[in-house]
């Protein structure tokens, strides 16, 4: 197959651990006989620094025409502590969402059993926990009216769902759970938001179309505690934004480290692939970030975008044998590992490459 793939690295790690991602594409097209042609685009504070904008047009206009997106992350500490900055490195992410339509994001959590000792979790809580979450991307408090009133003393963001937005989440998330335990978990805060009730409803209904999959309702709070008192008790997770914004990070625990997540964001244009763990301003430049969340990313772009299962699962398998010979990026070091098999970045890259 011939697929042209366009490179967003945006800022910090972004920029070292998606150089990684892309090797290992590379390696897959010489492997499978494809080819991947690249192109590479700016996003967040170095599109700002580069042109004023945090998705600048150019960006855009090359998203919407290549055929999947590797994305870095976005971000920089100095505009965390200006909140009277009016442009700023997210909100291109959060406009590129908007205009490709990319209303599921998909974050697998899955601990590679290796890693079982790099949670803060006890291995036999841990052990077998498979969840995907389908985290609603384009709609919620992110995307409401937002503004200032009383002489700017009052601040308030507007949460809004349309039934059509959350019927086609949860139908994606109700598909998906056919495809696995054949359980769902829709996540809301039924007892307090509008919005929540709407979510809850739409979810009831579609429900009857999908006989064979087992539906429970669980209120976020007691998500949060369940997802770490007793993980393995979910398979498909379907919440909004926000929710799911604050439990993927949390359930990045269960795979050991912020460092081992990868996401698909899909809908109705380009799919854009990353990591879930951000642009780390303290680790920047050291070569010391975990490559493997870009990579696993990169399988991703390949069995979703592409339908390439076999190139995929490579990648994963690939992954697994590096974790098994003992190698470990730092975040994923604990005690027992000999320094000799605490790896940089870009090492870690070329145990994975050894594998395909
Ligand atoms: C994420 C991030 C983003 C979000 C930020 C960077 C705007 O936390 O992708 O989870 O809140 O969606
Ligand atoms: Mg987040």
């Known amino acids: 197959m011939t697929k042209n793939i366009l490179i967003v690295p945006g800022d910090g790690i972004g920029?070292?651990?998606?150089?990684?991602?892309?090797?290992?594409?590379?390696?897959?097209?010489?492997?499978?006989?494809?080819?991947?042609?690249?192109?590479?685009?700016?996003?967040?504070?170095?599109?700002?620094?580069?042109?004023?904008?945090?998705?600048?047009?150019?960006?855009?206009?090359?998203?919407?025409?290549?055929?999947?997106?590797?994305?870095?992350?976005?971000g920089h500490p100095k505009y965390d502590n200006d909140p009277t900055a009016k442009v700023r490195p997210e909100q291109g992410l959060l406009k590129m969402r908007k205009e490709l339509g990319l209303y599921a994001n998909l974050r697998p959590i899955k601990l590679f059993d290796e890693l079982l000792g790099a949670s803060s979790i006890k291995p036999e809580v841990l052990k077998g926990a498979d969840i995907l979450f389908f985290r609603e991307l384009t709609g919620d408090i992110y995307f409401g009216e937002k503004g200032r009133k009383n002489n700017g003393?009052?601040?308030?963001?507007?949460?809004?769902?349309?039934?059509?937005?959350?019927?086609?989440?949860?139908?994606?998330?109700f598909e998906a759970a056919r495809?696995?335990?054949?359980?769902?978990?829709?996540?809301?805060?039924?007892?307090?938001?509008?919005?929540?009730?709407?979510?809850r409803e739409v979810v009831q209904k579609i429900a009857p179309d999908y006989p064979d999959v087992e539906v429970e309702h669980q209120?976020?709070?007691?998500?949060?505690?369940?997802?770490?008192?007793?993980?393995?008790?979910f398979?498909?997770?379907?919440?909004?934004?926000?929710?799911?914004?604050?439990?993927?990070?949390?359930?990045?625990?269960?795979?050991?480290?912020?460092?081992m997540l990868a996401s698909a964001s899909v809908g109705d244009g380009t799919g854009v692939y990353e990591p879930i763990h951000g642009s780390a301003h303290?680790?920047?430049?050291?070569?010391?970030?975990?490559?493997?969340?870009?990579?696993?990313?990169?399988?991703?772009?390949?069995?979703?975008?592409?339908?390439?299962?076999?190139?995929?699962?490579?990648?994963?398998?690939?992954?697994?044998?590096?974790?098994?010979?003992?190698?470990?990026?730092?975040?994923?070091?604990?005690?027992?590992?000999?320094?000799d098999k605490v790896l940089g970045t870009s090492a870690m890259g070329e145990e994975v490459l050894k594998h395909i």
């Open 153 to 173: 003393d009052t601040a308030f963001d507007l949460a809004e769902y349309s039934r059509y937005e959350v019927e086609r989440i949860a139908r994606k998330a």
């Open 15 to 74: 920029q070292e651990v998606t150089a990684v991602g892309k090797k290992v594409l590379d390696k897959i097209a010489a492997k499978f006989g494809h080819t991947f042609t690249y192109d590479e685009a700016l996003i967040g504070h170095v599109a700002i620094e580069a042109t004023g904008n945090p998705l600048p047009d150019e960006t855009l206009t090359k998203m919407k025409k290549s055929d999947a997106i590797l994305f870095g992350a976005v």
């Open 282 to 339: 303290d680790i920047t430049g050291k070569g010391v970030a975990n490559p493997l969340a870009s990579i696993l990313s990169a399988a991703l772009l390949l069995d979703i975008s592409f339908g390439m299962k076999a190139e995929s699962k490579t990648i994963i398998s690939a992954v697994d044998k590096v974790l098994k010979a003992g190698f470990r990026t730092r975040d994923i070091a604990d005690a027992q590992t000999p320094a």
């Open 219 to 233: 209120f976020v709070d007691a998500a949060a505690m369940i997802l770490i008192k007793d993980p393995r008790r």
């Open 179 to 199: 495809t696995r335990r054949k359980k769902l978990c829709s996540v809301d805060k039924a007892n307090v938001l509008e919005t929540s009730r709407l979510w």
């Open 235 to 259: 398979d498909v997770v379907v919440t909004a934004n926000l929710f799911g914004d604050i439990l993927t990070d949390e359930a990045s625990q269960i795979a050991g480290s912020m460092g």
